[in-house]
């Protein structure tokens, strides 16, 4: 008896080893295999997180880097204006009869200055009004960060745009075609009266700050520059009232 059951054990390994995976063995083996699935956009809460850890950091610096920071925006700011213009404005015979072709080139060339301004750490004063308050609703900065980085940031914003608009002028770069569309530009901003302008650059910030938030969503360039595009590109083509480009 003894052999027999030596006998019959030898046959069945065989079998046995024949025999396919238990199912969680087999949902193991799938799941070893298949690769970990990375995401390059983070979703709408760590993005949010993420928004008010940038107003909190943004809080904690002193003031003079702020005010630096805050200058080099208002002239990248200028960089992206004038490009616009300089594109937009040699197209204009072309735009008789259609004058929205012009106001799209301008409006898809102008987010090239907030991808250069969030990529490079520049403090825009229309971003600033999101972050630093969101982080102190998150109780990650004291409420006296806003007025202060708002008045460093709007000064900052508004002498950066000076120095560059004097360093255009100095050049000659704003004339002929140039120079129609900016005093073109100019009048209609001007000629609206204050309560609708003051709802215009509400509607544009809200869209400024959303570009910040997709931005920060995105993990590479790519993204960034997709996130930041459409809703820069929405406001100018609109005709929304931005406070550093007006400067």
Known sequence: ????????????????????????AQSRIRRASMPEVVSSCKGPKEAYEAFADKGAELSRKSNSKIFQQSVYAGVYVGFGGMLSLVVAGGIASSSKDNPTLQSFVFAALFPVNLLIILLTGGVLFTGASATVPAAVYEKKAHWSSIPKILVISWVGNLIGAVIFALLVHYCDMNTGATAELAKKVAYKKCSKDFVKTFVKGVGCNWLVCMAVFLSGQAQDMAGKMVGIWFPISCFVAIGFEHIPANF
């Open 1 to 24: 008896s003894g052999l027999r059951g030596r006998v019959s054990r030898g046959r069945e390994l065989p079998l046995r080893l024949q025999q396919s995976p238990a199912p969680l």
